[in-house]
């Protein structure tokens, strides 16, 4: 699941507990090629947030309100 990452469905990704929903959804994103790329780019920019640079900034600025 995704549970805890802070994604949104239908933002950054489509969530399917069933069978029957991933085919919904894989079928919605193979014709629909605007939402495909819209939820690429969303998608694309979320993980940004959990690069190496960015976990390393933000223990860094925690460790500077500590001190």
Same mark, same amino acid.
């Given at each position: 699941?995704c549970e805890?990452?802070?994604?949104e469905?239908?933002?950054?990704?489509?969530i399917a507990?069933?069978? =029957?929903?991933? #085919?919904? @959804?894989?079928d919605?994103l193979?014709?629909?090629e605007?939402?495909?790329?819209?939820l690429?780019?969303?998608?694309?920019r979320?993980?940004?947030?959990? =690069?190496y640079? #960015?976990? @390393?900034?933000a223990?860094?600025?925690?460790?500077?309100?500590?001190l």
């Amino acid at each position: 699941g995704c549970e805890g990452l802070e994604l949104e469905h239908e933002k950054h990704l489509l969530i399917a507990n069933t069978a =029957s929903e991933f #085919a919904e @959804a894989v079928d919605c994103l193979m014709n629909n090629e605007s939402q495909r790329h819209q939820l690429a780019r969303q998608a694309h920019r979320r993980v940004q947030d959990f =690069s190496y640079r #960015a976990v @390393a900034q933000a223990l860094i600025e925690e460790f500077k309100t500590d001190l």
